[in-house]
């Protein structure tokens, strides 16, 4: 499911994260202090792109049995890093919107990856390891993008 020659690992309940009081203002929509984010990169690597995800997923589970780490998540933009992603979404059925108006941020994430950052699922269902590129594609939105396109 995720891929790509970088992706972000994220582990909830460790050492913090983040210059202190700059983000202690700004409401970030979860809790920094108890995430560690590191970023690898298999640009460089050997391993052809199409098994890239095993690794990163391997990764993921690594960290996971690390002692005191509840949960693990991979990501291909970490948030406050100024990067983004962006795609266009058709027209919805009796909507007529420009391209702007279609442009939504998106990211690749992991299974756990909301639980990681203590986001709460709305409705739904979070994303499984048996989401891959095999799969019934899979999305989830957020409540800004589902109140105005659906």
């Not at 108006?101 to 909301?114: G, I, K, L, M």
Request: net charge negative; proline share 7%; hydrophobic share 40%.
């Amino acid at each position: 499911m995720v891929g790509g020659d970088e992706i972000e690992d994220v582990a909830g309940d460790r050492a913090g994260a983040g210059e202190e009081g700059q983000l202690s203002a700004v409401r970030l929509g979860f809790d920094p202090d108890p995430l560690l984010i590191v970023n690898v990169s298999a640009k460089r690597s050997a391993i052809p792109p199409d098994d890239r995800a095993l690794l990163y997923e391997r990764a993921r589970q690594a960290v996971l049995a690390v002692p005191n780490v509840r949960t693990a998540a991979l990501e291909s933009i970490a948030p406050l890093t100024n990067s983004e992603w962006n795609t266009l979404i058709e027209n919805p059925p009796g909507l007529s919107l420009s391209e702007d108006e279609r442009t939504v941020w998106v990211n690749a994430v992991s299974p756990d990856w909301f639980a990681t950052y203590g986001i709460p699922l709305l409705a739904g269902r979070d994303f499984t390891t048996h989401d891959d590129r095999n799969a019934p594609k899979v999305i989830l939105v957020n409540e800004t993008l589902a109140k105005k396109y659906f």
